[in-house]
């Protein structure tokens, strides 16, 4: 039997509105047309020219540049460390795991890394360190969801350490244990002392679930310092890329975003500065 999401709201976490509903709703129905079209279109023996405004109406026009990064206008964004090469890799090393918060070991400042399972939170930790997936690779990485259960710390040669914290959503086990986990999450975020910023990670395929939302609504509810990272962007068709992005940004409820490829390294140096920036401040 295949994994169906979890998305039953957890205690604790705050309710989603019928418009984020309505606009999560919006980018899947975006995305079903979208792919739809496109299936229909290479079935075709008739070549067809390339598209330059066949949007679906629930999708938002946006024609500008892919916007670039920011923080939550909560917090400040720190300098650039100063003797670092822009786009350098982070030379992170495994520092160890942990089932609570305090059994963390200490390393200054910290990055923490969210999102659902399968969304590529250990394919970005690599592609921040500039390891390849195999032998070398930092985070194992994995097409079975659900494999990130304990709290991963990865130090900073330059100090500060990054945290690889549960996914959510999918995940072959019982309920009880996802909510070990989701509390385990919760705790890292509500209480770590040492929490400079978090990675919140959405599929740029998939778009926002509602655990994306309700996660997001939850951390904006305590001013947490959040960057939305948009992964998989390569696994969008460019023809439709853009827009995808300014659907996830508005059903997300951002100014900015941040869409990567761990694959193709798009976007990738830019985020190893702004992470590098927070651990070293």
Known sequence: MSEQPQSAQHEGEVPLTPRQKRRAKQV??????????????????????????DRTPSEPVHDSPTRPMAVRKTTAQPPYPEGAK????LRLTFAGSAEAVEQLPEG??????IGRSNV???????????????????????????????????SHEGGGQLVDLPGYGYAKTS?????????????????????????????????????????????RQRSLPVIVVITKVDKVPATWRQDQIEAIRQA??????????????????????????????
């Open 28 to 53: 899947q129905q975006a995305r079903a047309a979208r792919e739809a079209n496109r299936a229909a279109k290479n079935k075709s023996e008739t070549p067809t020219p390339q598209r330059t405004n």
């Open 86 to 89: 822009a786009g350098e890799a």
């Open 108 to 113: 200054g400042h910290e990055v923490a890394v």
């Open 120 to 154: 590529g939170k250990s394919s970005l930790l690599n592609a921040l360190a500039g390891r390849s997936q195999g032998k070398n690779e930092l985070a194992h990485t994995s097409s079975a969801p659900g494999r990130t259960r304990l709290l991963n710390a990865f």
């Open 175 to 219: 309920k009880a244990e996802r909510e070990r986990w989701h509390h385990r999450m919760l705790a890292y975020l509500e209480h770590r002392k040492q929490l400079a910023l978090i990675l919140s990670l959405i599929d740029g395929k998939v778009g926002p679930t509602e655990d994306d939302l309700r996660q997001l609504a939850w951390m």
């Open 252 to 281: 997300c409820e951002m100014d900015l975003v941040h869409p990567i490829s761990s694959h193709s390294g798009l976007g990738i140096k830019d985020l190893r500065d702004q992470v590098r920036g927070f651990l070293v401040a």
